[in-house]
């Protein structure tokens, strides 16, 4: 008969925890969950933000310069995309505008408001000007309220060269009441 | 003097041939060596890195009851121990390209499932619930319950279960690092230089954090060891 210690240390206690230990069974289902986590590991695609960074900061050293080349071409283009045909756009529009003659029949206007330079508008006849071949065509949709007369084009600022800047931002066209294509979409052009 | 002539080719031969012999013997002795588990692990490794997926598996065999076990004793809630063990092999099984056999893949592997556990643990820090395993009878459990039930004539059912939960308790009320030594050192079976390079600090604070995690586990379990 085997005697019983009357008093239990810390160590014989904690002894109780190595014993808590799950079943057989448990053991299958686990492998079995765990196959399908990891099946779903292998096919599971790297989404393409993920991989970014790993790309850039790579420690092969090739793929580094050949990211910046990257990057800056894509800057490039971006910058070239933005710059280039609003800024011809605006251009053609300004010079076309500059060399009109005087309005004669006031069907169409357009007004150029100036910024700092050029404190009046100036009304230019825009039936007069389109008489060289048009360089510049916009479509014309109707406001939504029906006693509108104006239609607005902006030109964002970065896009107008430096040097005409201050002449102008904004081209509105105003459409008289009793022209035929009052109301309706219609085409300008330049 | 001709003999002398002949003395050096002859020492050279001779060199020569002693390499040659251990050059032949030495990979056999080699490969009749018993491996280490760390050599075994990290050739299973090896093959898992190699695109040898089926190979890790016989990794989550060897250890995912001693990882389980270290999971479930920090969180004391077997639901929950059970998926962050997975998660831990899973973490295991992305990041083994990286794994580059420095340390051993048991300290590796451990490393990951505490980590993922006290990540666990931060997460959930103001809703938590203990859910206990089943405790399996051991010659030396079962000693701990004679005594314990002879001192309280409880019954052995209701006994266990007390136990398990003042057990528990008690464990959950230490602080996550002297929780991870308690468990990795008197559970596991962890040394103090693996328990030091699991949780990336000196062996001396290890014993240190020891000493005072077993003095406050002690006057938790006051009633029980008195």
């Not at chain 1, 283009?77 to 500059?98: C, D, G, K, M, S």
């Not at chain 1, 949709?141 to 896009?159: A, G, K, Q, V």
């Not at chain 2, 399996?136 to 006994?159: C, H, N």
Request: glycine share 2%.
């Amino acid at each position: 008969m085997s005697k019983q210690p009357s008093k239990l240390n810390l160590e014989q206690l904690l002894d109780l925890k190595r014993a808590e230990k799950p079943t057989d069974e448990f053991w299958d289902g686990f492998q079995k969950e765990f196959r399908q986590r990891q099946l779903q590991t292998l096919i599971e695609k790297e989404s393409v933000w993920s991989r970014i960074p790993r790309l850039l900061f790579a420690p092969s050293g090739v793929l580094l310069p050949l990211s910046g080349v990257a990057v800056a071409l894509f800057v490039l283009v971006i910058n070239f995309r933005e710059t280039t045909p609003l800024h011809n756009e605006y251009y053609q529009a300004a010079t076309l505008i500059q060399a009109a003659s005087p309005p004669s029949v006031a069907e169409v206007e357009v007004e150029i408001h100036t910024i700092d330079l050029v404190e009046e508008p100036t009304d230019i006849a825009l039936a007069s000007a389109i008489s060289p071949p048009a360089s510049f065509v916009m479509d014309l949709i109707p406001n939504d309220e029906p006693e509108s007369l104006s239609y607005t084009r902006e030109f964002p600022t970065s896009t107008i060269p430096a040097e005409h800047r201050a002449v102008s931002a904004l081209v509105s066209y105003t459409i008289a009441r009793d022209t035929p294509t009052f109301g309706r979409p219609q085409t300008i052009g330049f | 003097m001709p003999y002398l002539r002949l003395i050096f080719p002859v020492i050279d031969l001779a060199f020569k041939f002693v390499s040659f012999v251990k050059s032949i013997t030495q990979p056999l002795t080699g490969t009749s060596q018993v491996l280490s588990e760390k050599d075994a692990d990290w050739l299973t490794v090896q093959r898992v890195q190699a695109g040898d997926v089926a190979a890790f598996d016989e990794l989550v065999i060897k250890y995912r009851e001693r990882i389980y076990s270290v999971v479930y004793n920090l969180i004391s809630n077997k639901e929950d121990a059970s998926d962050l063990s997975q998660e831990a092999f899973i973490k295991a099984f992305r990041s083994i390209a990286r794994f580059k056999g420095k340390s051993s893949f048991f300290t590796w592997l451990y490393r990951i499932a505490v980590n993922t556990s006290l990540t666990f643990l931060k997460k959930n820090r103001y809703r938590r619930f203990l859910s206990y395993e089943n405790i399996t009878e051991e010659t030396g459990s079962s000693d701990v319950l004679e005594v314990l039930a002879a001192k309280t004539s409880t019954e052995k059912p209701t006994l266990i279960k007390e136990l398990q939960h003042k057990l528990n308790e008690a464990l959950q009320s230490l602080s996550v690092k002297h929780r991870t030594v308690i468990v990795l050192f008197e559970i596991d079976n962890l040394s103090h230089q693996e328990i030091a390079e699991i949780m990336n600090c000196s062996v001396g604070t290890v014993r240190s954090r020891l000493h005072y995690a077993k003095k406050q586990l002690q006057s938790e379990l006051q009633d029980l060891l008195d």
